[in-house]
């Protein structure tokens, strides 16, 4: 097939009516979406920079990037069941399975059945886990703190405010205008 004959197939460019009434920024092509100005990318590159730098904080602890997750979420949030914490981070059950596996063979993490319900287990960091876990929040922050550098105080607020409104429209229905009304 053609470049013209599969190019007319594409979607359209979302109109101003799905987009609240303001003209939509991309349009579906590859000049528009490039890497060097799709937003979705640019903040995945940052994800993935910011969980290099974390790993090579953490790794001296004996944890990779898929590990630190789960201590941070037992050790600072009380979550403590294998579900939620695959939930909350992100990940399929047998994947958060596997990692606590390691952390348990690591000596992190101890698995306990939950007396009345035996169906249930319950995660619990040992003294060593929870040493290593008081760790990771410093590495975060200074990874945090690097990639923020030369950014003042407001620019991060209003970075923050634009990603949490990014994240509020992402969770509309496709097919609903754009509702937060700020600015």
């Not at 910011?50 to 979420?73: C, D, F």
């Not at 000596?107 to 060593?128: H, K, M, N, S, Y």
């Amino acid at each position: 097939m053609s470049k013209t004959a599969s190019s007319s197939k594409a979607p359209k460019a979302t109109t101003a009516s799905k987009t609240g009434g303001q003209q939509a920024f991309y349009v579906p092509s590859p000049l528009s979406l490039g890497p060097d100005n799709n937003v979705g990318i640019l903040i995945k590159r940052v994800q993935a920079s910011l969980n290099r730098m974390i790993e090579q904080h953490v790794s001296p602890l004996g944890l990779t990037a898929m590990q630190w997750r789960p201590l941070v979420m037992i050790y600072h949030l009380g979550i403590n069941t294998p579900a939620e914490l695959a939930r909350h981070g992100h990940v399929d059950t047998g994947a958060m399975t596997r990692t606590l596996d390691r952390l348990e063979a690591k000596g992190f993490i101890a698995r306990q059945r939950c007396p009345d319900d035996r169906r249930v287990v319950r995660i619990e960091l040992t003294a060593t886990g929870g040493q290593v876990a008081e760790q990771i929040l410093p590495a975060i922050a200074l990874s945090l703190n690097t990639h923020l550098q030369g950014f003042s105080n407001t620019e991060i607020q209003g970075l923050i405010k634009l990603l949490e409104r990014m994240l509020v429209n992402g969770d509309l229905p496709a097919n609903e205008p754009n509702s937060p009304d700020q600015p």
